[in-house]
């Protein structure tokens, strides 16, 4: 009865769960799942990051990865200090891969993502970006790894037995998608640097079924999310964050800040920060944050405590979560851009 089990589990996670979409805890970490506006939205000529999430591991007793994502992406930027008025573009490419459940549903993501970024001002102190990413998705399902209530035969489930699930025997879906969004962003002076950011998913409201029903569209899905970096002093700095996402009747708040301390002393004590913090996703949990950057390279780490109505059947056993994030500059650049973004 365990896959049964699993099998309800996961429909009451569809239900309680903020947001339909797969998601990362760290939003401030996965910048062109979150917005396309974001692509090349750095100072460096490139930037390649990765991000790993495994949720629920007691879900399957043959496996500690039931629920568990991936994404890698890389992109870079494009007439930095060429155009007029210092405009530049970005360009960049996002893979991602989650897998849910005993029947191991999948669904694999391979974007393309462009952004222009308009510079306001001779000072460049604001820019407002715009940018579309296009892609296609693919879903599947393992049917043979799960138990229907027609195969049980009133002693145990029978897996010779027919299901009874209409629909042909290959449980694959394949659709095309596109997104878009705009970024504005703010330093008004060396300490400060701020960004607001509204996009929209599935802008084609794709046909998403395994039943060949055509009025199974997915629902657009809008988001909003603001950020800042703030300098207190030498040696500290703050992150706050906020990310909005709702697709039809589900929706997600996410409220986070992380505090920076270079913990060396010199010229290039900002090469080794220490970060520590929290996220709060309303009604669901509780996100304590820990990072360290050296360098170019950033990586973070977070834990998702549950306090949702899920609580009794997770056992406030969450999702642990990495991002890792590196950029840089190619050979013969100078490096002395005056971008207002953060550095992540």
Known sequence: ????????????????????????????????????????????????????????????????????????????????????????????????????????????????????????????????????????????????????????NDLSFDLSAPTGEPGTNDWNTLYFDMASGVNFSMAPNKRMRYSVGVSLNHLTRPKETFYNQSDNRLGMRPAVTAMGNIRISKKWQIEPGYYYVFQKRASEHIVNLLAGYNVLNGARKSDHTVYFGGSYRVKDAFIPVVGYRFKSIRVMMNYDINLSQLTPASRAVGGFEISVVHTGFFPNTTGNRAVPCPRL
């Open 1 to 152: 009865m365990k896959k049964t089990a699993t099998i309800l589990f996961l429909l009451l996670a569809a239900i309680v769960v903020r947001a339909q979409d797969t998601h990362f805890s760290q939003f401030y970490a996965t910048p062109l799942t979150i917005n396309p506006a974001e692509t090349g939205n750095f100072i460096e000529d490139y930037r390649v990051g990765g991000n790993f999430k495994n949720q629920w591991p007691w879900g399957q007793q043959d496996t500690r990865f039931t629920y568990r994502t991936f994404s890698l992406y890389s992109d870079f930027t494009f007439f930095h200090n060429r155009l007029p008025g210092k405009d530049w573009m970005g360009g960049g490419i996002v893979m991602l891969q989650d897998f849910a459940g005993d029947g191991n549903l999948s669904i694999t993501k391979v974007f393309g993502s462009m952004a222009y970024h308009k510079v306001i001002g001779r000072e460049a102190k604001y820019y407002i970006s715009v940018g579309v990413n296009a892609g296609i998705v693919q879903k599947r399902i393992n049917y043979d790894k799960l138990y229907f209530d027609n195969q049980w």
